[in-house]
């Protein structure tokens, strides 16, 4: 028996399991409420504060750095305590670092502020998977992930949408105010709803339904010494994070550079209803293209989730370097691409996390996760940092040159587990 047939036939079991599923999916669309709009204000915040944009990407960078560090850290945090606290606590302390972000009229403080609330930020994604690991089977993992992972796009579209208008009607800093207030009330439906396990409910546990061996309890307590070691000796974790730590560079040249890419190389302004459907169409576009990333894995390559992984990284390689070679302004044709960019982006990252999960045990996932999410937020340092100092030194073609290069990158760090077994 399987854990979908299961619940098919235990009400019970069902209804926590949904209620634990939908619960993480608002959980984590809410986190981006508080994540993506910081890009939004960046503009706002250059231009009333006087701060260039190496300052900027500095601030990203160091952000980025500490989101990385964080995300192992609650990884570790995540296998060893509830990731009901980890998360609905996080959720409420990045809500508190947003006002604080609001009031700051400084480089320094906006660095700290900005860097604390990337590190609650990195309570978000390990106690995710962690319950998607403890309440689905292996057959429905990666389908599940993926449709988990809409919640990225649901909450980046409604950061990217509704911050200009905030923008327009009351100025930057309530961008950070609002949805600041409205996440730290949120976190405690999330506390509310959430249950870590089945067997803290009375069910048993998904490897017991599905009939895999269990080790005995004193093996399954590991310690963080133990833990640390089974993922820091495993080298196809280090080939996934490697890759990961690629990919991000893509995913925030886009999320933390991209309104402003558009509205400086694109001539498409924040302000203008056209960018709130372009960010909402690049964002649709990921939801479908994470959706078919996860039926390819499962139905298609029978829960192999590598060769998926290699298309989708070499079709970026190449439609960044496309977006490279077209300098138009033309609406149109730059809302097509952003489509397809949309479509590639985040459904490597949601192959990552179940192959993450796939090389490593249940006792680990969430600390394995958490490295794969380290690396992938050096990648975002990289970005920041990076991008703006090329941006300032050579435009806005050697940042798209250095997102295709990146691309091709994490296509070989993939090729390299292609012959491995879960």
């Known amino acids: 028996m399987n854990t979908q047939q299961y619940a098919k036939q235990n009400k019970s079991f069902r209804y926590w399991r949904n209620r634990t599923f939908y619960s993480i999916m608002i959980g984590y669309a809410a986190f981006y409420l508080v994540r ?97 690991a403890n309440w689905f089977g292996k057959t429905e993992f990666a389908t599940r992930s993926a449709i988990w992972n809409i919640s990225v796009h649901v909450g980046n579209s409604l950061a990217l949408s509704m911050s200009p208008i905030i923008l327009n009607h009351y100025g930057w800093r309530y961008i950070f105010y609002i949805p600041g207030i409205f996440c730290i009330l949120l976190s405690i439906f999330i506390f509310n709803r959430l249950r870590d396990t089945p067997a803290s409910l009375g069910f048993p546990s998904v490897a017991e339904i599905e009939g ?35 990919i991000y560079i893509n995913r925030m040249t886009f999320l933390n550079w991209g309104p402003t890419l558009l509205q400086e190389s ?79 982006l985040t459904a490597p990252i949601v192959l990552i996390n179940t192959a993450a999960a ?38 806005w073609n050697s940042v798209l040159m250095f997102a295709s290069i990146s691309a091709i990158f994490s296509t070989i760090l993939f090729a390299l587990l292609l012959k491995k077994k879960k």
């Open 36 to 132: 993506q709009n910081f890009s939004v204000a960046v503009p706002s915040i250059c231009n009333e504060l006087n701060i260039n944009k190496i300052e900027i990407g500095l601030v990203m960078s160091i952000g980025g750095l500490v989101y990385g560090l964080g995300k192992f850290l609650f990884g570790l945090i995540g296998d060893k305590y509830s990731a009901r606290y980890v998360m609905a606590i996080g959720l409420a302390l990045s809500g508190i670092m947003n006002l604080l972000l609001g009031i700051s009229s400084i480089l320094p403080l906006i660095v700290i502020y900005y860097s604390l609330n990337q590190c609650f930020q990195s309570m978000g994604n390990p106690p995710c998977m962690k319950l998607l």
């Open 358 to 395: 796939d090389f490593s045990s249940k006792e680990t996932v969430a600390s394995a996760t958490g490295l794969t999410g380290t690396f992938g937020y050096i990648g975002t340092a990289i970005a920041g940092l990076g991008n703006g100092y090329l941006v300032e030194h050579y435009g």
């Open 212 to 246: 895999e061996i269990q080790e005995k309890k004193e093996k399954i307590k590991l310690s963080f010494k133990e833990l640390t070691k089974s993922v820091f000796l495993n080298k196809y974790i280090w080939y996934i994070s490697l890759a990961n730590l690629f």
């Open 266 to 344: 694109r001539g498409i302004s924040i302000l203008d209803n056209k960018f709130k459907l372009i960010m909402v169409l690049f964002d649709f576009s990921g939801m479908i293209g994470s959706l078919i990333a996860g039926y390819l894995s499962d139905k298609v390559f029978n829960g192999k989730r590598i060769p998926v992984a290699i298309i989708y990284t070499t079709l970026t390689a190449i439609i960044m370097y496309i977006f490279k070679i077209i300098s138009s302004t033309s609406l149109v044709l730059n809302s097509i691409i952003i489509i397809f960019i949309g479509f590639l």
